[in-house]
């Protein structure tokens, strides 16, 4: 299955500023997906990340909150804009190719907004 | 509702003991069915697929029942390494829908 290396690890914001995480693939997925998990909680789909093409979000995620991008089948950003301390979170991105294999996730990244 | 439920317990029990966990879930087009494991801090990872015929994977044995949509985890002579958060993910469109997780204390 597909190693995944995401980053930042971690990292505390000032509310208002914007920071963007990254998933490296290290083999060629079919699908990228974003999550967020608060703490104590499941994890939340945000969206597809679609390469080549805009992301899919889900319902109360939009493309202005949470722009992504996906450049190829091995890479992909989230970025968390105009950040506010509602959005302290756990990050994680998911990829794959095969569904019946499950996805493999990274890391995650605890965001931290003060 | 949530499309995928869980009771988060925890369920805490002795090493050695036998332990089920139950999910269900609300889209009866889902197409495939798993079980991830959550470490504290650490990100899920897949224990395993669940298959309509049931499948066992040394200690763990994984059920659906389509009819009912629901899925189970069981895990016998539970471990203190077992001690984690148990997700039911749920798959329909390509995309996972987790559950909330059902917490695990497994002691000495």
């Known amino acids: 299955s597909a190693v995944i290396s995401q980053k930042p690890s971690r990292d505390i914001c000032q509310r208002g500023t914007s920071l963007t995480i990254q998933c490296q693939v290290d083999s060629q997925v079919t699908m990228m997906f974003w999550y967020r998990q608060q703490p104590g909680q499941s994890l939340t789909l945000i969206a597809t990340a679609n390469q080549g093409s805009e992301a899919t979000y889900e319902s109360g995620f939009v493309i202005d909150k949470f722009p992504i991008s996906r450049p190829n089948l091995t890479f992909s950003t989230l970025t968390v804009s105009n950040m506010s301390p509602e959005d302290s979170s756990i990050y994680l991105c998911s990829g794959g190719t095969a569904v019946a294999g499950g996805y493999t996730f990274g890391s995650g990244t605890r965001l931290t907004v003060v | 509702r949530k499309e995928v439920e869980q009771d988060p317990g925890p369920f805490n029990v002795p090493e050695g003991a036998t332990v089920a966990f139950n999910c269900t879930y609300s889209?009866?087009?889902?197409?495939?069915f798993f079980w991830y494991r959550q470490d504290c801090r650490k990100e899920p990872k897949l224990l395993m697929s669940v298959y309509s015929s049931g499948n066992e994977d040394g200690r763990f044995t994984a059920q659906l029942n389509r009819a009912s949509q629901y899925i189970s985890l069981l895990i016998r002579d539970s471990k203190l390494s077992d001690s984690a958060t148990y997700l039911c993910?749920?798959?329909?469109?390509?995309?996972?829908?987790f559950g909330s997780g059902t917490k695990l204390n497994v002691k000495p």
């Open positions: 993910v749920v798959n329909w469109s390509n995309k996972f829908y």
């Open positions: 889209n009866s087009a889902s197409q495939s």
